[in-house]
């Protein structure tokens, strides 16, 4: 979810970064320079202190879009692939619409520091997006016109400590995800699905490992990679700077930005 803005905002704030807020209506800020609505955030709260919005902390963007339906918030700032999945025609929130964007980011894959999962994990990327597999498995979610070209990549493995290896080794990869609809999530027979669970199983079928989702506390994401207790960070994370210094990551692989969603005038 997510995820570039709330980690900006935890960075600023707790020198960590955050997918989740407090409970639904938790916080209820005021600024005295807003647009005199009130926005329900939780990937977006640095953004709405920036713009000097009124915000209510949610604990999900799922619940945000909740309280734009029950009147409770004027406006919502989620996840522009998000808002596709879960707004307009067809969907639970079919009066919702997605009007200003306000960020640009992009999305990568986190991995521990120094990891040569990285380079192996571009080299499926590049592999996969040559043949089509991405491309099909993107336009599942709808997520296909984010999706961004990938160049020619060769895996470099490490000549020690390889996690290709201690992951073969294992027979799985533990990929540390939450729920965030439409990269990570349950369908009916509570199965994990979404475009970035799809692509992690791509990945552990040329590994010839077994995939395993754990769902995380995002704040703690970079210790539960260092202590093994995860392989990867695979759910939609966005490639700051603070990212990019704590783990090795991929390249980016899809874009993303930050969108006001509102009831349909």
Request: glycine share 10%.
């Amino acid at each position: 979810m997510r995820r570039g803005l709330a980690l900006l905002l935890t960075a600023t704030l707790a020198l960590s970064m955050t997918a989740c807020g407090g409970s639904k209506g938790e916080g209820r800020q005021k600024s005295e320079k807003g647009d005199g609505m009130t926005y329900a955030v939780e990937a977006g709260e640095a953004v709405a202190k920036e713009k000097g919005f009124n915000y209510n902390s949610v604990s999900s963007q799922a619940d945000a879009l909740m309280e734009v339906k029950s009147g409770t918030s004027d406006a919502a700032i989620i996840d522009l692939l998000m808002a596709g999945a879960m707004i307009g025609e067809g969907t639970s929130y079919p009066d919702l619409v997605h009007t200003t964007e306000l960020t640009s980011e992009k999305y990568g894959v986190g991995c521990r520091k120094g990891s040569d999962l990285a380079s192996y994990i571009n080299s499926v990327f590049a592999e996969s997006y040559a043949d089509g597999s991405t491309q099909e498995i993107a336009k599942k979610y709808g997520v296909q016109d984010s999706l961004l070209e990938q160049e020619p990549c060769e895996f470099k493995q490490s000549d020690s400590d390889s996690d290709v290896d201690y992951i073969k080794s294992q027979g799985k990869m533990i990929v540390g995800i939450t729920e965030f609809e439409p990269m990570d999530y349950k369908d009916k027979d509570d199965k994990w699905i979404g475009f970035d669970a799809d692509m992690a199983r791509l990945v552990g079928e040329k590994l010839g490992v077994d995939v395993e989702f754990v769902v995380i506390d995002w704040d703690n994401k970079v210790m539960e990679l260092d202590s093994k207790k995860i392989d990867v960070v695979w759910n939609g994370m966005t490639l700051t700077d603070e990212v990019t210094k704590s783990m090795e990551c991929t390249n980016a692989y899809c874009n993303n930005a930050q969108v006001v969603v509102e009831r349909e005038k």
